[in-house]
């Protein structure tokens, strides 16, 4: 077979350049609706997109606003209003609910150092700006998805957010103040609060992405005074975030995480044990809502005050499972299930919810419905539930049934075309009418299709029997890439991926495999894997490559293998359970050995629990434990390696410490295997720094078509 892929390093950068010019779509938020003085009622949508800037080295964010006529059932008119404009130095924005106001959290670095503001505007001016540093009331505003929030009270008096707790500045017993430092500060009306002996103290921290991030408070500006005071009442071993203001402004409810005895990671991991609460504002009083049994995420308060949805899991476990949606009544303060975990799919399809997240517009304007966007297989899915009795459609597949009422206008976007629709009136069973907001820019010469296997009746999961499939998509070309899903329970899903997209244009053909255990398929297929890591998801990908293969339009010989995380935990698996069938590998932070694993990474519970364990925080080391997992680790197999690995490691990586790279590294070495490993400073687990992503790319591609002998 003559090989048809770009080699080029100046082609492929060049190609690589033109793809990572598409953006994606991070927030989209749809305000009031207006009447204009015709009488026409229109709505503005705000949308913001992060963007690759290969020659800024950094990735960009902008908005783009698009105004939206309609008469309350359907888009009469839709068009963008204006250019997109670039953000800069916004970590949280947030229009008011009447739409009169905007509030900013703006960094800013002034005389080298960094300040944080919090801004007010309406209509057209700043009107406040007040220097939230200055103020030292907290330490640093939280930014992020975990724990950040920036609400305004339904009086539009006040705001919501969450900051680092304040620290008193720590001082060597040492330290030696000159008395005209001393004298200048209290002149200046600076003297700060210290403390000796607290230099060195470790503060744990919540993890991956969450390193700065410690002891969270909950914090309230009242606009008027420019007042900034920190929530008292929420109980010192509880961690908050998520917060939202109660009916009526009495008071705010978050979700508070436990962090005794200690903190673990809580990125990709919404099974931590945590609760919704209210802390009443006048009194302090805080109460728990939920059971604190059980794990917690995403509450949002429905349009009419009344009840609070929110998604719930086991604790510990796998850490992305099949979520229960739970709603809580504000006024009976009785909490039901509205959708259940669901074990297998059912006969219409539907697999089960899979978020740990819900959109701040998830509610239907008359209060009865919620959208929940999730997997369904490897299908993004738009789902509506019904909240008095748990129905669920699905709004983009056209094989369910469409029952849902009343005007609200829902962007959903697939990463470069953007669409807008109604959902119809209360009972009616028309469908979405949606309207495209942008044009979508289709990809020439890519192909792409899903396919489904079920394992062999020998690798069958005796306890997760029937029905478990390792769906699959792959762009058919010329030579066969692999490329392997992490977490492990997460999911490849249809959508666009720029580094996959690049190979497929160079000319390879990739497979991009979700074996059982991934998230979108039941429950069932979750629990299936959790002590048969290492076998199961290795044989699935095994079986899923060979049956591709099978079909004739590969060629055996020129067979790669890719993943990250968990995926490259399979790909060093696959390389030392099948030596000659690979002839190269990528490892973008392996897991290699879960045994040595546990002491390091972020989640020990993940390494307890893959391995096949009940987690606790009191276990101590066994060594039965390290062997099973040893035994279950690349590792144990890496005499057998002949293929040539490529690891891509991030230095700040507490995931996957890169002394996991490492360690894989100083074997092949040993071995004489060919290995080389690009160390990223800077990075974390996801390596997703522009130079580190695109340098990544570059040599993983180059890797490819080496050892390929393209
Ligand atoms: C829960 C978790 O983070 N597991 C890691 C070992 C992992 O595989 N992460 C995936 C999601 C990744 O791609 O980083």
């Known amino acids: 077979m003559e090989s048809q892929v770009m080699t080029n390093p100046e082609d492929i950068s060049k190609l690589y350049r033109e793809l990572s010019l598409f953006p994606s779509l991070t927030r989209a938020d749809v305000g009031p609706v207006i ?28 908005c783009r606003q698009y105004i ?128 000796k002996g607290e230099q060195f103290v470790f503060y744990e921290d919540w993890g991956e992405t969450l390193v700065s991030k410690s002891s969270p408070v909950l914090c309230v500006l009242d606009i008027e005074g420019s007042n900034v005071s920190v929530l008292e009442g929420v109980p010192d071993n509880i961690s908050p975030g998520q917060a939202f203001w109660a009916p009526s402004d009495t008071g705010v409810v978050f979700v508070g995480w436990w962090h005794e005895p200690f903190r673990l990671g809580l990125k990709y991991s919404p099974n931590r044990r945590s609760s919704l609460f209210y802390v009443d504002l006048t ?46 009544d504000w006024y009976t303060k009785r909490t039901s299930v509205v959708v259940d975990v669901v074990k297998r799919p059912r006969e219409d399809g539907f697999a089960g919810i899979y978020s740990s997240s819900l959109s701040p517009l998830c509610w239907s304007a008359d209060s009865q419905r919620i959208l929940v966007s999730c997997p369904q297989g490897s299908r993004k899915d738009l789902l509506l539930v019904e909240t008095t009795t748990g129905s669920v459609t699905s709004l983009t597949s056209s094989e369910w049934g469409h029952t849902v009422p009343c005007p609200l206008v829902s962007p959903l976007t697939n990463t470069v075309s953007e669409l807008v629709g109604f959902l119809p009136l209360g009972g009616s069973r028309e469908e979405v009418d949606w309207v495209v907001l942008e044009d979508s820019q289709t990809q020439p010469d890519i192909d792409w299709q899903i396919l489904n296997f079920t394992p062999p009746p020998e690798q069958d999961n005796s306890q997760y029997r029937k029905n478990i499939h390792s769906d699959s998509w792959t762009f058919s070309l010329y030579l066969l890439c692999l490329s392997l899903s992490g977490g492990p329970h997460s999911v490849i899903v249809a959508d666009w991926l720029l580094s996959s997209s690049v190979l497929c244009r160079m000319g390879f053909a990739i497979l991009l495999v979700n074996y059982r255990g991934s998230i979108g398929y039941g429950q069932d297929s979750i629990s299936s894997l959790p002590g048969n890591v290492g076998t199961q998801d290795v044989k699935d990908v095994q079986f899923a490559v060979e049956s591709v293969l099978r079909g004739g339009a590969f060629d055996e010989q020129k067979v790669a293998v890719a993943g990250g995380s968990h995926g490259g935990f399979v790909a060093c698996h696959l390389i030392g359970q099948y030596p000659e069938f690979y002839k190269a590998c990528v490892a973008r932070n392996p897991v290699i050995n879960l045994a ?10 993940w390494c307890m629990v893959e391995a096949g364990y009940n987690y606790s925080t009191d276990c101590l080391p066994d060594p039965a434990v390290w062997e099973q997992m040893l035994n279950k680790s690349p590792i144990k197999h890496v005499k057998q390696v002949k293929t040539p690995v490529l690891l891509t490691l991030g230095e700040d990586d507490k995931r996957v410490p890169p002394k996991q790279g490492i360690e894989y590294y100083r074997a092949l070495k040993a071995l004489q295997v060919p290995v080389r490993l690009l160390w990223y400073p800077g990075n974390n687990h996801s390596l997703s720094k522009v130079d580190a992503e695109s340098d990544g790319f570059m040599n993983i591609a180059l890797w490819m078509t080496q050892h390929l002998s393209l």
Not at 37 to 62: A, P
Not at 596 to 605: A, K, L, N, R, V
Request: hydrophobic share 30%.
């Open 596 to 605: 040595s694993m546990i002491g390091s990474t972020d989640i020990p519970d």
């Open 283 to 328: 009194g302090g009083q805080c109460e728990q809502l939920s059971s604190g049994s059980s794990a917690v995420c995403s509450p949002k308060l429905s349009p009419d005050q009344c009840r609070i949805i929110y998604l719930e899991c086991a604790v510990y476990g796998p850490h992305q499972q099949c979520s229960r949606l739970c709603m809580y």
């Open 35 to 62: 009447t204009s003085q015709y009488g026409g009622k229109y709505s503005n949508i705000y949308t913001e997109w992060s963007q690759r800037d290969l020659e800024r080295n950094e990735n960009v964010k902008f």
């Open 68 to 195: 939206v006529f309609h008469d309350d059932k359907s888009v009469v008119y839709s068009g963008p209003s204006g250019n997109c404009t670039e953000i800069k130095g916004e970590l949280l924005s947030k229009d008011s609910p009447s739409g009169d106001m905007k509030a900013v959290v703006r960094e800013s670095i002034i005389k080298g150092e960094d300040k944080q503001f919090l801004e007010i505007w309406s209509k057209n001016i700043k009107v406040k700006s007040i220097n939230l540093t200055a103020l030292k009331k907290h330490g640093k505003v939280y930014e992020d998805d975990q724990f950040g929030c920036l609400v305004w009270s339904h009086s539009e008096t006040h705001l919501l957010y969450v900051a680092e707790r304040k620290r008193l500045k720590a001082e060597s017993f040492f330290q030696s103040c000159s008395l005209a430092d001393e004298e200048e500060g209290v002149k200046m009306g600076k003297e700060e609060e210290t403390t």
